[in-house]
């Protein structure tokens, strides 16, 4: 049996997994950090308590229960391609295929140890709930919520959970009849945050930003994040009693060390079928690679995953000797139910149209419904 090597445990190394053990043609095997996959759309409800921690983990032994695979937990330090060789802080790992699917890392600001981000490691979101309680129980404060982008990737943005973390906080507070004590502002450096979307996108956020009394602060560098809010380019202040900031996506330490080819931002260079550059058998897919298409495109979990079943198809049709692909470029789009914690927004935009449908109540329930069905398909 070939050996096919899959590193990251996220969406793309998951759905990676599976396709290929459908087949039960391949010694696979994941190497990841932790022992369950972390379902991050759902994890905006943890700081909110409408989910509990363990209700967003799917744990691996799980999913090996129907696509038996094997699974090492560590942490990938090197890749050597050219030699079929994964150096990991315990282990050295040789393969057939590589599928490189760990995620990107975050950039960094100066003082970011003074914000939590929900697109952080898991448990933070655990911090975030716990930095909420402490307001709640004060009975008043400023929350700032935001997100960064990177100016060498502009695919590398996450803005949807920023978004929905601070709609989910203002119908919290006002379930607690806290609302009118506390000053909620939203902050991006960009001058239209959430301009991917659409420009109908853009409008309906405007309007709830308004109907939420959310204030706006739109436009201005972020220069530094302090203990009680953020300083901007032009050395005005944003107060805040807890800052909750999504820094963009930059590549990954691990790839510094490795002979991948690597864009100016630190993301692999694939083509559309997600083979990274000068390397037949390695593929990059999910985060970590550099994405080509439209100037709106953004990395998603549903884009991530995709991408993993192309990785799987294409083995599998290399080894077969034939010449069919399946690439990820004709399938780019942005797609999200945006919740709100008392509804949602159906979120959508391809290359022909874009738009933001309001969903009350029924919305925030088919992103529920969303969760469970994640949960299942891959159990």
Not at 121 to 142: D, F, H, Q, T, Y
Request: aromatic share 10%; proline share 4%.
């Amino acid at each position: 049996m070939k050996k096919i090597l899959i590193l990251g445990g996220g969406f793309a190394g998951i759905q990676t997994v599976i396709e290929l053990q459908k087949k039960k043609s391949f010694q696979v095997t994941l190497v990841t950090d932790r022992d369950y996959l972390y379902l991050f759309p759902i994890s905006i409800w943890v700081p909110v308590n409408l989910v509990e921690f363990d209700d967003v983990k799917i744990p691996l032994v799980d999913i090996q229960k129907k696509y038996p695979f094997t699974v090492i937990i560590d942490s990938v330090k090197e890749i050597h391609a050219k030699e079929n060789l994964v150096i990991c802080e315990n282990n050295k790992l040789t393969y057939d295929y590589l599928v490189v699917a760990f995620g990107a890392e975050k950039m960094q600001h100066k003082g970011m140890e003074n914000t939590l981000s929900i697109c952080g490691k898991p448990e933070i979101s655990i911090s975030i709930k716990n930095k909420i309680a402490e307001l709640v129980e004060k009975g008043s404060g400023k929350i700032a919520v935001g997100f960064g982008g990177n100016p060498k990737d502009k695919s590398a943005v996450r803005g949807g959970p920023a978004f929905e973390l601070m709609f989910n906080i203002h119908n919290f507070l006002k379930k607690k009849n806290l609302r009118q004590n506390f000053e909620l502002t939203f902050f991006a450096p960009m001058e239209e945050p959430g301009a991917r979307m659409g420009k109908a996108s853009l409008a309906m956020l405007d309007k709830m930003f308004a109907k939420y009394n959310i204030k706006k602060q739109f436009g201005k560098k972020i220069k530094e994040f302090v203990s009680d809010g953020v300083i901007l380019e032009d050395g005005s202040k944003l107060d805040s009693d807890f800052t909750m900031f999504i820094p963009a996506g930059a590549g990954h330490s691990s790839l510094v060390n490795s002979d991948l080819p690597l864009t100016e931002a630190g993301f692999i260079k694939i083509n559309n079928f997600g083979q990274v550059n000068e390397y037949q058998n390695v593929f990059a897919i999910g985060d970590i690679a550099a994405l080509e298409g439209p100037e709106w495109i953004a990395k998603q979990g549903h884009i991530a995953e995709l991408m993993g079943r192309n990785a799987a198809y294409n083995i599998i049709e290399i080894e077969k000797g034939s010449y069919l692909r399946k690439g990820y470029q004709e399938h780019l789009n942005i797609l999200c139910v945006m919740d709100t914690g008392n509804g949602a927004a159906f979120v959508f935009r391809n290359d022909k149209k874009a738009y933001m449908i309001p969903l009350p109540i029924v919305g925030h329930w088919l992103k529920k419904a969303w969760g469970f069905y994640s949960k299942l398909s891959k159990t």
